[in-house]
C-alpha cells in the first residue's frame, strides 16, 4: 500500500539552461486554445518544484539543501515559445483499454460530443477512484459528461481531425494528491502533456500509458513512483521533455533512452543503479541529470558526441575513473558538475569548453595541476575543485576578491595554501599517480562500463475492470 505522508520540499538550488528551457514548448494546437494555461516548466535540476528558471549557483555557495523552494511567476501559454516542429501523430496507436464496466454504468445515460471524450471520462472517473486524498479539492469537479471543465484538464482539437474536440493534457502539478495512476488513463489517446509533478502518486507506471503515442512532456517528478525505468516511455516517439526525477525508481537505465530525440533528461533524485549507457553520445538532448542516483562506473567517452549538450549533472553518484578527454569537445556545454563521486586522475583538456560557465568537481580523488587553461576560460563565473589532491594549480586559479570568477580551492593539496589537506592525508594518493589511459577516460583504454541489458518489451495493455487496481 501507498504511503500518505505529506510530499518532500527537498529544495536545492541549481542550475537550468534558458535555452533548453525555451525549447520545451507546448504544441501549437495547445496554445491557441488554452490561452491562460501555466506552463510550469522553469524547474531546475535538481528542484522537485518550479523555481525561476535562470540558473546560477549562488556565487561562493555550495548547493544549498533544505532550504524552502522559491516561486518563480508562471509562464503563460500565450507568451512566444521558441519554435519547434508540432509532434506528429505517427503509428496507430495500440488498442486502448475496454471501458471499466461500473463507470460504463454510470455514463450510459449520459451524452458526450464525440467517443473519444467519453473515453476521457472513463478515465477521468476511474482516476478519481484511485485517489486517497486531496487535500486542496482539485478533483472535486470532476463530475459529469463536461470533462473538459474539469481542473487540471484541457481540451483542444485533435491534431488528426479537427473536428473533434479532446483531451490534450492534463496538468496536476503542486495539487498533493494521493493516490495510484489506473490503467483507464490508457483511454486518453490525444494526450501530448501530462504534468503531475509534486504530489503524492505512488505504484508503476502503467503498460496502458504505451497508448499515449503523441505523447509531448511526460513530467512525474516529485511523487512516490517505484519499479524500474518506465519502458513506455521508450515507445513515444514525439517525446521531448522527460522529468521522472525525485521518486524510487530503481534498476538499470535501457541504452534506447538516449537514442531517442529528446530536448532534457531528468533522472536524478532515484535509487536507479546501473553504469551509464554508452548510448549516452546519441543523445540529443540539451540537458541531462544523473545526480544523486547510485550510477557506478565512468563517464561514457562518447560524451563527446552531444553537440546540443548545455547542462550535465553527475553530482552525488558512485562514478569513477578519470575524466574523459572527449568532455573537452563540448563547445557548447555551460554548465558540467561532476561533485561527490570518486573520479581520480588528472584533468583532461578543458580549454575547447568556451561556453562554459560552472564546473563543479569537488569532492572527488582528483589529483595533479590546475591549469589556468581552465580558470581562464572566457564565460567562466564559478569553478569549485575543493576537496581533492591537487598539488597545484596556476597563479589565475588562486581564489581572489579581486577575481571575476568564484574559485574554491580549500582542502587540496597545494603548498603555501591555507585550508588544505594534511601530508597524513595527501602523500598516500599523491605516491600514487593513476595512469588514465587503464582508468577510463584516457581516449585509449575501453571503458570498464559493460553494457547495459536491453529491457524487455512489455505485454500489450490488459482489458480490465475498474476494481482492479493492483500495483
Not at 217 to 224: G, V, W, Y
Not at 352 to 362: D, Q, S, T, W, Y
Not at 412 to 423: E, V, W
Request: include cysteine; charge should be negative.
Amino acid at each position: 500500500m501507498c504511503s500518505l505522508g505529506q510530499p518532500r520540499w527537498l529544495a536545492m538550488a541549481h542550475h537550468f539552461s534558458n535555452k533548453a528551457l525555451g525549447s520545451f514548448f507546448l504544441l501549437s494546437f495547445f496554445m491557441l486554445s488554452c490561452s491562460t494555461f501555466t506552463y510550469g516548466h522553469s524547474h531546475f535540476l535538481l528542484d522537485p518544484v518550479v523555481i525561476p528558471g535562470d540558473y546560477l549557483y549562488p556565487p561562493g555557495n555550495d548547493i544549498g539543501v533544505g532550504d524552502p523552494p522559491a516561486q518563480s511567476p508562471e509562464v503563460l501559454i500565450g507568451d512566444a515559445p521558441a519554435q519547434s516542429p508540432e509532434p506528429l501523430i505517427g503509428d496507430s496507436p495500440a488498442p486502448a483499454p475496454a471501458p471499466a464496466a461500473e463507470i460504463e454504468c454510470e455514463n450510459r445515460n449520459m451524452s458526450f460530443p464525440n467517443e473519444r471524450l467519453k473515453h476521457s471520462y472513463v478515465a477521468f472517473q476511474a482516476w478519481k477512484k484511485a485517489i486517497y486524498s486531496d487535500p486542496f479539492n482539485t478533483t472535486a469537479n470532476w463530475v459529469g459528461h463536461d470533462v473538459c471543465s474539469y481542473n487540471g484538464v484541457f481540451c483542444s482539437p485533435a491534431l488528426d481531425d479537427p473536428t473533434l474536440n479532446v483531451v490534450a493534457g492534463v496538468d496536476l502539478n503542486h495539487a498533493d494528491i494521493a493516490g495510484h495512476l489506473p490503467e483507464e488513463l490508457g483511454l486518453l489517446n490525444d494526450t501530448a502533456l501530462f504534468h503531475i509533478n509534486s504530489n503524492r502518486f505512488c505504484g508503476i507506471i502503467p503498460d496502458s500509458f504505451e497508448n499515449l503515442t503523441i505523447m509531448h512532456e511526460f513530467d512525474i517528478s516529485n511523487n512516490r513512483f517505484v519499479g524500474e525505468f518506465p519502458l513506455v516511455v521508450l515507445k513515444w516517439k514525439n517525446l521531448k521533455f522527460l522529468d521522472i526525477r525525485f521518486n524510487d525508481f530503481e534498476g538499470v537505465l535501457p541504452p534506447e533512452l538516449f537514442e531517442k530525440e529528446l530536448d532534457a533528461i531528468f533522472l536524478n533524485n532515484n535509487r536507479f543503479t546501473s553504469h551509464i549507457p554508452e548510448t549516452l553520445g546519441n543523445s540529443t538532448a540539451s540537458v541531462v541529470s544523473f545526480a544523486n542516483n547510485h550510477f557506478t562506473g565512468c563517464i561514457p567517452k562518447s560524451i563527446g558526441h552531444m553537440v546540443n549538450l548545455n547542462e550535465i549533472v553527475f553530482l552525488g553518484n558512485s562514478l569513477g575513473g578519470c575524466f574523459p578527454q572527449e568532455i573537452g569537445l563540448l563547445g557548447d556545454l555551460t554548465v558540467l558538475d561532476a561533485s561527490k563521486n570518486g573520479f581520480v586522475g588528472t584533468l583532461p583538456n578543458l580549454a575547447g569548453l568556451k561556453n562554459v560557465e560552472v564546473i563543479e568537481i569537488a569532492h572527488n580523488k582528483l589529483s595533479g595541476y590546475v591549469s589556468n587553461t581552465i580558470c581562464q576560460l572566457p564565460l567562466l563565473t564559478n569553478f569549485t575543485f575543493s576537496y581533492n589532491y591537487f598539488n597545484g594549480e596556476a597563479q589565475a586559479c588562486v581564489p581572489s576578491k579581486d577575481s571575476l570568477v568564484v574559485l574554491d580551492d580549500a582542502k587540496n593539496c597545494l603548498p603555501g595554501r591555507k585550508n588544505q589537506k594534511t601530508a597524513k592525508q595527501c602523500l598516500p594518493v599523491l605516491t600514487k599517480p593513476v595512469d588514465c589511459s587503464k582508468n577510463c577516460g584516457g581516449g585509449k583504454g575501453k571503458s570498464h562500463a559493460p553494457s547495459t541489458p536491453k529491457p524487455t518489451p512489455s505485454n500489450p495493455p490488459k482489458i480490465f475492470h475498474l476494481c482492479d487496481h493492483r500495483l
